[in-house]
């Protein structure tokens, strides 16, 4: 009989639940802790270990959330707040709010910066929130604010933290499940996404802006949402849970469990939490005096933890799990019956889908394009050669939308897309696979392939993520895998589905991003050497695919080095040197041409 992780994650709900039946006020106490970190470690999986985006400031996402409450329920309330009455529930709304705003202003500026700069920023953010709750009079400066009231349920007060452990753990639980279905969906694919570069996500229809705001701000709610427990648990507000070393300790928790699982958040902040307690505990007796001596220990295990396990305690635990018990695969069913996804009108055979009018492209006194002109027709392959630095990466990133040009035009099925974001470009047809295989190597290629269908479901940002995190995005998820499953069986890969992407040969690696381009339904592909480092039946694999979408009315411009491949499938070829166009036409023609010859053979002899 094999185990579902659904049943071992009942356990463990039945076993918490004995434990806080059974056990001492003390170990009550620490479990509710354990869950307050968790809630903020969870969105910190969500913006850190899923987004890409490192945050040193989400302690005082946490203190918005308990100062909201703490001030609403023990200050006298101005008129427009009146109607409130001073309620914990009213407290929860206000420091959502306030939570929600104030991230959408911080993350509007801070998400602009990247590499060390981001990290910086939400240290200087944090900072100055923690002095603002010290310095404004009426949050009660570093003293603080106290008699903040008990939650109440059904008039029912909940001041003892055995009452409070079934609404902390609830919360968190129910954090949990909707953010993992969040990332089980066309929305959370994108979020996903981010770790594989900017430049791979927008070109698969993603607007990473809007995804990285939307975590940025969903990973303050949970923090915000913990500071509203927070408050009513310890009934005093001060500034000192808030600052930055705090913030420096959730992230600690998120990393050390595992920044990329949600369950990595609650092994985490357990983890943490219970080693710094015995150690506290320990140390002392050890060493016959006190001190912060848990920090330094602390410390040197945290090292030793991500020296040894640098993807966090929970991939490991998961990978000795299957190991030793006799785990069920997790594989979501394939619906065959679905229906097909609509698809755009396609443009005749031989009509020009895309043109490049004289582009020029300048990186100071470097010249890497100049005035290139060229023409991509429906049911064609057009092959782009030349050698080295001749400026094809240039041209193929102005053609897609990756770069601007320094002059001339862009042109795709009759619109002039010279300076637009490239994933406007994809949602009018156009797919793109990279020189350097950019895929997400720990997600398996069904959801690879599936990231390529981005933009054929196009609901809002707000009704995307909540009906993703509710469920209620169900059949249209089912259609989309089913697609994504057809276009991997129609490159070879119907038979690794559920591998990890990361875990295929160059060659397959290579087929799943022309799956992932194809799940898009464009009308030209863009292929960047789709054929370097690939064995002979790979390359012969290849061919067949690109002559058979090739008849079926696809333009493909494909650049290669791989002479033998481009002449036995393209039916044009443009040549460039130095950053300018010297020979097209038929592969015949220009393989013979003097000026090819000289450029690759440096002479016609």
Same mark, same amino acid.
């Given at each position: 009989?094999?185990?579902?992780?659904?049943?071992?994650? @009942?356990?463990?709900?039945?076993?918490?639940?004995?434990?806080?039946?059974?056990?001492?006020?003390?170990?009550?106490?620490?479990?509710?802790?354990?869950?307050?970190?968790?809630?903020?470690?969870? *969105?910190?999986?969500?913006?850190? *270990?899923?987004?890409?985006?490192?945050?040193?400031?989400?302690?005082?996402?946490?203190g918005l959330g308990a100062y909201a409450t703490a001030w609403l329920t023990t200050a006298p309330l101005p008129g427009w707040l009146a109607w409130t009455g001073g309620s914990p529930w009213a407290g929860l709304l206000l420091g959502l709010l306030i939570t929600g705003g104030v991230a959408w202003v911080l993350g509007t500026v801070s998400l602009r910066l990247s590499g060390h700069y981001l990290p910086l920023g939400t240290i200087a953010w944090g900072l100055s929130l923690y002095f603002l709750f010290g310095t404004l009079g009426f949050l009660g400066g570093y003293t603080g604010l106290a008699g903040v009231p008990p939650l109440s349920l059904g008039g029912v007060a909940l001041a003892g933290s055995r009452q409070l452990f079934w609404v902390i753990w609830a919360v968190l639980l129910a954090a949990m499940l909707l953010v993992g279905n969040l990332l089980d969906s066309r929305e959370g694919r994108a979020i996903r996404a981010l770790r594989g570069g900017m430049v791979m996500a927008e070109s698969m229809g993603v607007d990473t802006a809007r995804s990285r705001i939307a975590i940025f701000i969903i990973a303050a709610l949970l923090a915000g949402l913990s500071g509203w427990l927070y408050a009513h648990m310890q009934r005093f507000v001060n500034p000192t849970p808030f600052g930055l070393p705090i913030g420096i300790e959730y992230l600690f928790m998120a990393v050390v469990g595992g920044a990329g699982h949600v369950w990595g958040a609650l092994l985490g902040a357990g983890v943490v939490t219970l080693l710094k307690q015995w150690l506290q505990d320990i140390l002392p007796r050890l060493l016959?005096?006190?001190?912060?001596?848990?920090?330094?220990?602390?410390?040197?295990?945290?090292?030793?933890? #991500?020296?040894?396990?640098?993807? /966090?305690?929970?991939?490991?635990?998961?990978?000795?799990?299957?190991?030793?018990?006799?785990?069920?695969?997790?594989?979501?069913?394939?619906?065959?019956?679905?229906?097909?996804?609509?698809?755009?009108?396609?443009?005749? =055979?031989?009509?020009?889908?895309?043109?490049?009018?004289?582009?020029?492209?300048?990186?100071?006194?470097? +010249?890497?394009?100049?005035?290139?002109?060229?023409?991509?027709?429906?049911?064609? +392959?057009?092959?782009?050669? *030349?050698?080295? /630095?001749?400026?094809?990466?240039?041209?193929?990133?102005?053609?897609? /939308? +990756? $770069? $601007?040009?320094?002059?001339?035009?862009? +042109?795709?099925?009759?619109?002039?897309?010279?300076?637009?974001?490239?994933?406007?470009?994809? @949602?009018?047809?156009? /797919?793109?696979?990279?020189?350097?295989?950019?895929? #997400?190597?720990?997600?398996?290629?069904?959801?690879?392939?599936?990231?390529?269908?981005?933009? =054929?479901?196009?609901?809002?940002l707000l009704a995307g993520l909540c009906g993703a995190a509710?469920? #209620?995005?169900?059949?249209?998820?089912?259609?989309?895998?089913?697609?994504? @499953?057809?276009?991997?069986?129609?490159?070879?890969?119907?038979?690794d589905l559920h591998a990890p992407a990361g875990a295929l040969p160059l060659g397959r690696q290579r087929m799943l991003e022309i799956a992932r381009a194809l799940c898009a339904d464009p009308c030209l592909l863009l292929l960047d050497e789709p054929a370097a480092g690939l064995r002979h039946l790979e390359k012969r694999a290849l061919a067949q695919v690109l002559a058979g979408l090739r008849d079926e009315g696809m333009a493909i411009l494909l650049v290669e080095h791989d002479m033998d491949f481009v002449m036995g499938l393209a039916d044009r070829v443009v040549v460039l040197e130095f950053g300018r166009k010297i020979a097209e036409g038929p592969p015949e023609r220009v393989q013979n041409d003097p000026r090819v010859l000289e450029a690759y053979l440096g002479g016609v002899e």
């Open positions: 009989m094999r185990l579902r992780p659904a049943g071992l994650a @009942a356990a463990g709900i039945a076993l918490l639940a004995w434990t806080a039946l059974a056990g001492s006020e003390f170990t009550v106490t620490l479990l509710d802790y354990i869950g307050l970190y968790a809630l903020v470690a969870l *969105g910190l999986v969500l913006l850190t *270990g899923i987004g890409g985006l490192t945050s040193f400031g989400q302690a005082a996402f946490v016959g005096e006190s001190g912060n001596f848990e920090t330094v220990v602390f410390g040197i295990l945290l090292v030793v933890v #991500l020296q040894r396990a640098r993807e /966090g305690l929970w991939p490991a635990l998961a990978a000795f799990a299957r190991r030793v018990l006799p785990l069920a695969a997790a594989r979501r069913p394939i619906d065959a019956a679905a229906a097909p996804l609509a698809r755009r009108a396609p443009p005749a =055979r031989g009509d020009v889908v895309l043109e490049a009018r004289g582009l020029t492209r300048r990186f100071g006194g470097l +010249v890497a394009n100049d005035g290139v002109s060229l023409a991509v027709r429906a049911g064609e +392959v057009l092959a782009l050669i *030349g050698p080295n /630095g001749a400026g094809k990466s240039t041209l193929f990133n102005l053609l897609s /939308g +990756v $770069d $601007d040009p320094s002059s001339g035009r862009v +042109v795709f099925r009759g619109r002039d897309m010279t300076g637009r974001p490239s994933r406007e470009s994809a @949602a009018l047809g156009l /797919g793109r696979t990279f020189q350097h295989v950019r895929l #997400l190597p720990q997600m398996n290629v069904l959801d690879n392939i599936a990231i390529g269908a981005h933009l =054929r479901g196009r609901p809002g509710l469920r #209620l995005d169900r059949a249209a998820e089912r259609r989309l895998l089913a697609e994504a @499953a057809r276009q991997a069986r129609r490159v070879g890969l119907g038979d």
